[in-house]
């Protein structure tokens, strides 16, 4: 690798690094955040194979305007997705320079870069809201249908004479991103070259919100079943490892149904011509 490209290596990763040290307030949830820097790995393997140009190419103008305008927002707004996304486009720039050009796959993985960085904790805080508010009035209709006596206000739930309160905790937003980073990379896998890729982004959201609804349900069921202290300890601190799981199996098998339909419809296209 030329001196150049080591460079601009060194300045990436100190950008990078500079982005998630500006906004900490992911440390106290680092155990959930922390893992998204998978990303960026995920990247590197994505969109191999990679072979460096003999000759150094032309920056991307449009990469630099979009990693400047990225970080003029971020930096006066306080909007972490900004720098994020500046990030990735001096990342573009830098891997249009210094790399020949690789499979489609490459640009649509950066995604995986955007998602590197914790703007969903930091930006999306009223998420978290909504996030336990439908989570509460998904608990409240099931127990309805089951017969059982339930009333809820806002976030609070008594089931059974039973009072339980979907806390901030219960939003999974501290491993919201992880779950979107999980579906973006089968996404990835999935449609390297398709259309439907980007279609599956905000399916993606939909399955994490999906995972987490069923985890503050589950919680309910085991305060039910068991009691409020068993619910609230260990089986509350791993909901989000369940959630993430469930997250990715739910994005898995909707991915499948996709491919499945489209290799179906394809068939019967070639047939028909």
């Known amino acids: 690798m030329r001196a150049r490209g080591l460079l601009g290596l060194v300045v990436l990763a100190a950008y990078g690094a500079w982005i998630w040290w500006q906004d900490r307030s992911w440390m106290p949830s680092a155990g959930d955040v922390v893992p998204i820097l998978v990303g960026l790995p995920l990247f590197v393997w ?153 279609w599956m982004l905000p399916a993606c959201a939909a399955a994490a919100w999906a995972a987490n609804t069923l985890r503050i349900l589950l919680i309910t069921v085991a305060a039910l079943t068991f009691s409020p202290e068993f619910a609230m300890g260990t089986f509350h601190n791993s909901g989000g490892l369940v959630a993430l799981l469930l997250s990715f199996g739910l994005a898995a098998g909707g991915m499948r149904l996709v491919l499945a339909i489209l290799h179906r419809t394809a068939r019967k296209q070639e047939a028909i011509a």
């Open 46 to 198: 994505m969109g191999g194979p990679w072979q460096w140009r003999p000759e150094a190419g032309k920056v991307s103008r449009v990469a630099l305007v979009v990693a400047a305008l990225g970080w003029v927002v971020g930096s006066a707004t306080g909007i972490s997705f900004g720098l994020a996304l500046s990030f990735a486009a001096l990342c573009w720039a830098w891997v249009g320079t210094m790399v020949e050009p690789g499979p489609g796959i490459r640009f649509r993985s950066l995604t995986l870069v955007v998602l590197a960085f914790p703007w969903v904790l930091q930006d999306l805080e009223r998420v978290g809201w909504y996030f336990r508010l439908s989570g509460a009035a998904v608990s409240e209709a099931v127990f309805r249908v089951l017969g059982m006596s339930v009333s809820r206000s806002g976030v609070d739930l008594i089931v059974e004479n039973l009072s339980m309160s979907v806390e901030a905790q219960c939003a999974g937003l501290n491993s919201l991103q992880a779950m979107l980073l999980a579906g973006v990379f089968l996404a990835c896998r999935f449609f390297p070259e398709h259309r439907v890729f980007w």
